[in-house]
């Protein structure tokens, strides 16, 4: 079974510019989970959708966006772009189901914003 | 301040050596889990324990999960050069959402 794919894998963007990121969840997997990762702050949870709906969100500002398609494959958007979002992003799948907390990550993004 | 305190932060080691690390907090979890990422890549999912007292063992790693299911531990006996990377636990609290460490960096030398 493939794993979780994430595209691209490095992006290079300057302040103030917006982009999107891709992930596609392994098959059969309804749930799809976006982190944030920096070596100052760690793994920091952004939101989580769920059957085309967010079920939970983290405390980031509304710069940081995201939706899910019918095939669970998630977009994670991020507008005006501030030197602090470089980081390394980082999308995981799961069942979804009410106790399937395992997640399954992908390799994740790396963005530079300069 | 993190809800899950890992301790150490770094560890380095010689191969053959044993070592802890811990992952405490003062909330109780439904469960937890332990990831472990190497540089450049996603975490890999390494164990759930989802009972109080549980105890797992996956060959030379032996994860513990806290009577009241607010600590669990991580031991790794024999540590080789392959075990090194980013240690990482995450507790689920609130339906899917999981709230992780600051993770622990471990290095085997050999």
């Known amino acids: 079974k493939a794993g979780v794919t994430q595209t691209p894998r490095y992006l290079i963007k300057t302040r103030g510019q917006q982009v999107t990121l891709s992930c596609s969840p392994i098959?059969?997997?309804?749930?799809v989970s976006w982190y944030q990762q920096t070596p100052g702050q760690g793994l920091q949870f952004l939101f989580e959708y769920f059957s085309e709906t967010q079920r939970n969100k983290g405390n980031f500002p509304g710069r940081f966006s995201g939706r899910q398609f019918s095939n669970s494959r998630s977009e994670m958007n991020v507008s005006t772009l501030e030197l602090g979002d470089s980081a390394l992003y980082l999308c995981?799948?799961?069942?979804?189901?009410?106790?399937?907390?395992?997640?399954?990550f992908g390799p994740g993004t790396r963005l530079t914003v300069t | 301040t993190q809800l899950l305190e890992q301790s150490p932060q770094f560890l380095s080691i010689q191969e053959g050596e044993n070592l802890t690390v811990y992952c405490n907090s003062s909330s109780v979890f439904s469960s937890l889990q332990w990831y472990r990422q190497e540089p450049g890549e996603g975490p890999v999912l390494l164990v759930t324990?989802?009972?109080?007292?549980e105890v797992k063992k996956l060959k030379r790693l032996t994860f513990q999960f806290g009577d009241a299911r607010k600590d669990s531990s991580l031991h790794i006996t024999a540590a080789q050069p392959g075990d090194t990377g980013l240690y990482l636990c995450a507790g689920a609290r609130h339906g899917n959402k999981l709230v992780f460490g600051a993770g622990t960096i471990l290095r085997v030398k050999s």
């Open positions: 098959s059969g997997h309804r749930s």
């Open positions: 995981a799948s799961s069942l979804g189901g009410a106790s399937s907390y395992e997640q399954y």
């Open positions: 324990v989802v009972t109080g007292g």
